[in-house]
């Protein structure tokens, strides 16, 4: 069967053999019909984002983006199955420890890393979104404990599919192995504008699509192409660093996410998926932005409850400001981010467990960690359950 987005070819294996789905070359042809709809959505999809960038400024940017990248990495991980919290991540990350599987909360960690390495390598004009990026934020997602067979870095050398036991079972069996390169060579020649340009959301959606078709590695595929959507965001200037969790969309929306995929596949229909798309985009640009400002409140209020602590106020607003910065911090931690000594950082964590903006979490006289409770449940929202 033949559409516009590729073709199914029977290969052998199985006892009937199986189809493997190979994709046409992007940009689609016949074009994206831009009716007045899917028009509009990407009109209301950009505003958002606008919104978003424009909300961020208020709020310090870099506070923003370490907590906005952990909780599209804790949502991302999630749909592949892991059962990290955000709270397992930050108290991984500031005592080695968490309340979950310690390689799921260190497959989370190493999507977080795997992101701002390729922010920073985009941003500086070290390396441009590409091949060998990819196959850089491959290599770090992965890691180096999953072993040789995941081929970390990697481009796939045999056939994988998606679901099912076997191809011949499978939900969906992406291109053989020596289909990969060229579809991968066109999909980066599309990314760089070689066939005309295409506008920035459309483009990471229909990036977004033909990757997860192609799925080049063996493993880590949909983890890094919804990490695409954010880089190409950055990469076109929609967004001035990935503060964009679109992960919550997909998520909360799974089995559409899915179908709207598959889709393409069967029917050719990528108007389908830019509308849910685009929805997806403007409805987390909007929350994000919610949040954002609910989180602007809540720091102005806090603060000016700390420094109404008379002469112990200088010592706790350092340690309430690194307590935002990481949402949940122990002393020592606190004690040598900011310069102050342990028990001053102690007195100050204490004070701010009295005025109910901290919480220690681990019930014990050693090791101690608080978190900022009212941020925590902000940023939770929608990563639980």
Not at 162 to 187: F, K, S
């Amino acid at each position: 069967m033949v559409n516009r987005a590729g073709r199914f070819v029977q290969q052998q294996g199985g006892p009937e053999g199986y189809a493997a789905f190979i994709p046409a070359p992007l940009p689609p042809s016949p074009p994206i019909e831009l009716d007045d709809e899917l028009s509009r959505l990407t009109e209301s999809a950009a505003y958002a984002l606008g919104k978003l960038c424009g909300v961020s400024s208020r709020i310090e940017p870099d506070r923003l983006l370490y907590m906005y990248v952990r909780k599209e990495a804790v949502l991302s991980s999630q749909i592949e199955g892991t059962q990290s919290t955000l709270s397992d991540l930050l108290e991984y990350e500031n005592s080695g420890a968490a309340g979950t599987p310690i390689d799921d909360v260190r497959e989370v960690s190493r999507y977080v890393e795997a992101l701002m390495h390729a922010v920073d390598q985009i941003k500086s004009g070290s390396l441009p979104l590409s091949l060998r990026l990819i196959r850089q934020v491959h290599a770090r997602l992965m890691g180096e404990e999953r072993g040789n067979q995941q081929t970390p870095g990697e481009f796939r050398r045999s056939q994988n599919w998606v679901g099912g036991t076997r191809p011949d079972n499978a939900t969906y069996v992406p291109p053989p192995p020596h289909e990969v390169m060229p579809a991968l060579d066109n999909l980066e020649k599309f990314l760089h504008d070689q066939y005309g340009r295409t506008p920035t959301l459309l483009k990471a959606a229909l990036v977004h699509a033909q990757f997860e078709t192609i799925h080049p590695f063996l493993d880590g595929n949909g983890r890094v192409g919804r990490l695409l959507i954010s880089l190409i965001l950055v990469m076109e200037g929609a967004l001035p660093q990935p503060f964009f969790y679109i992960s919550l969309y997909l998520k909360r929306n799974r089995a559409d996410y899915y179908d709207a995929l598959q889709r393409i596949r069967t029917h050719g229909d990528w108007e389908a998926w830019l509308r849910f798309f685009l929805i997806g985009v403007e409805a987390v640009a909007n929350e994000a932005t919610e949040t954002a400002e609910a989180l602007y409140d809540l720091f102005d209020r806090d603060r000016a409850r700390v420094a109404a602590l008379g002469r112990a106020a200088p010592s706790a607003i350092k340690v309430y400001e690194q307590l935002k910065r990481q949402v949940i911090v122990g002393p020592t931690q606190a004690a040598d981010a900011i310069g102050v000594t342990f028990p001053t950082a102690v007195a100050a964590l204490s004070r701010l467990q009295k005025l109910g903006i901290a919480r220690e979490i681990t019930g014990k006289k050693r090791g101690r960690l608080y978190v900022y409770t009212e941020q925590l449940k902000l940023l939770d929202e929608g990563v639980k359950g």
